[in-house]
């Protein structure tokens, strides 16, 4: 079949790559895809968000499987586009309508849909522009660190978590006042603080039933041991140590079954992929947001883990024919580094050639690239994902530093501790079984 895979960072290369192996795919198409996806498909320049062009194409190349990366489109309703317009109705499509689309679209959303259908979350409360008095006085009975969450997409950098109360009266103005995210912080919720460790959790789903694909850790903060601001992700590893059996037994009872049933009881058709950012507080799981899209740079771990045909599954998920299917996964390793342009996830400078070496140890996939001259450039804030692949923690890691020492260009940056905190979590394991 003809597919058309919509997005282009480093979650589009990898969903390309994965997807370019099926037997089932004659032709890939990338819209609009970047340096990377050109390797293992055909990009077509039609930006995710033009909806009539990317209908156009659709028609033009006979596309039967439509595969919706990034979440702005999903959150426009490109379903609802496609579904509304007859000639497009009987295309395949991975990706929730508006309607679910919303579970991330709106913090608030998601926040109440949680709280409706029993979903362990911490307790948050949303205020508005002209309601930042009362959000400030809100605050005074806050226990610090206090999370403040923009409502709508803020590309991953919406989030702050604020050591004292001042500091979050000072965040809760720029955000409810300054609209420090733009409209996406024309609401902000402030949210209870949970001391646990982060995890993120994929299912695809029909609507009706659901396929879980390997977890993964992601890395959100730009400096080594956490520090500094949240970024889209600087790196990735899975399996995670601390998600082990009985703790997924948990996420998939108390958050996965009541999420989907939770859909359906409010009556929003979905099929596709939901990340479920999970917090583990002494073992048990807290619902810190929903995704209605794969994770980046997640995605670039995990499809490295999945043996299965993902297209088979893709097409079973949009036909809504998920049912008694099943995924294989390896038990292998996968550490991903991301190397970032410098002065990420501030200002940056763009197009700075570098040399790719086609026989790294590592996988590398390509996420904010372009070509130029014949030339591979930088051109957006986290540049490539590095994906090591090993039957350890420690050789993966050292498999995606060593084709990281590999690439360089004028101030390329990267977290140096991508993996270590899991490798020490992992040997405290180990003693005491």
């Known amino acids: 079949m003809n597919i058309l895979l919509i997005g282009s960072g480093g979650r589009e290369h990898a969903l390309a790559w994965k997807i370019r192996q099926s ?3 004659s032709n890939l198409y990338i819209a609009p895809g970047n340096a990377g996806t050109a390797l293992v498909g055909e990009n077509v320049t039609i930006a995710a968000d033009n909806f009539p062009a990317l209908g156009r194409f659709c ?17 426009q309703g490109i379903r609802d586009y496609f579904e509304s317009a007859a000639a497009l109705a009987h295309i395949l499509l991975v990706g929730p309508g508006k309607a679910g689309a ?17 979903v362990p979350t911490a307790k948050a409360r949303t205020f508005q522009a002209h309601e930042s008095a009362a959000a400030l006085a809100y605050l005074e009975a806050c226990k610090p660190p206090i999370v403040l969450k923009a409502d709508g997409l803020a590309a991953g950098k919406g989030v702050i978590i604020s050591p004292t109360i001042e ?7 720029e955000m409810l006042v300054e609209k420090k995210f733009g409209e996406a912080s024309a609401k902000v919720l402030i949210e209870e603080f949970l001391d646990g460790i982060e995890l993120s959790v994929f299912v695809l789903t029909d609507g009706e039933d659901y396929v ?18 949240n970024t889209g992700g600087m790196g990735a590893v899975s399996p995670v ?3 082990g059996s009985a703790f997924m037994q948990k996420v998939e009872a108390q958050v996965i079954v009541p999420t989907i049933n939770g859909l359906k009881k409010d009556g929003i058709p979905y099929k596709g992929f939901i990340f479920i950012g999970l917090m583990n507080v002494n073992d048990e799981p807290f619902v810190i947001e929903y995704n209605a899209r794969m994770g980046d740079p997640e995605t670039e771990a995990v499809m490295t883990r999945i043996d299965s045909d993902l297209v088979e599954l893709l097409e079973a998920c949009a036909k809504g024919e998920l049912k008694n299917k099943s995924i294989s996964i390896n038990p292998h390793y996968a550490v991903t580094v991301i190397m970032a342009s410098g002065g990420y996830p501030d200002k940056f400078e763009k197009e700075y050639c570098f040399g790719l070496d086609s026989a790294t140890p590592a996988r590398v996939f390509h996420a904010g690239t372009a070509a130029k001259d014949n030339h591979v450039v930088n051109a957006g804030g986290r540049v490539l994902a590095i ?6 923690l420690e050789k993966a890691a050292h498999q995606a530093y060593e084709t990281v020492s590999r690439i360089s260009w004028k101030d390329v940056y990267y977290r140096k501790d991508i993996g270590q905190d899991l490798a020490r979590i992992e040997k405290a394991l180990n003693r005491n079984p």
């Open 102 to 118: 919303l579970l991330e679209g709106s913090k608030d959303f998601s926040k109440q849909f949680m709280v409706r259908h029993g």
């Open 212 to 229: 879980i694909l390997p977890e993964a850790k992601d890395y959100k903060r730009i400096g080594d041991d956490d520090t500094g601001p």
């Open 167 to 173: 500091e979050a009266k000072q965040a809760i103005h």
């Open 241 to 243: 140590a601390f998600a």
């Open 387 to 392: 994906t090591g692949n090993a039957s350890t």
């Open 23 to 25: 037997s089932r795919c």
């Open 59 to 75: 028609l033009d190349k006979k596309i039967i499987l439509v595969v919706v990366g990034p979440e702005a489109p999903l959150v």
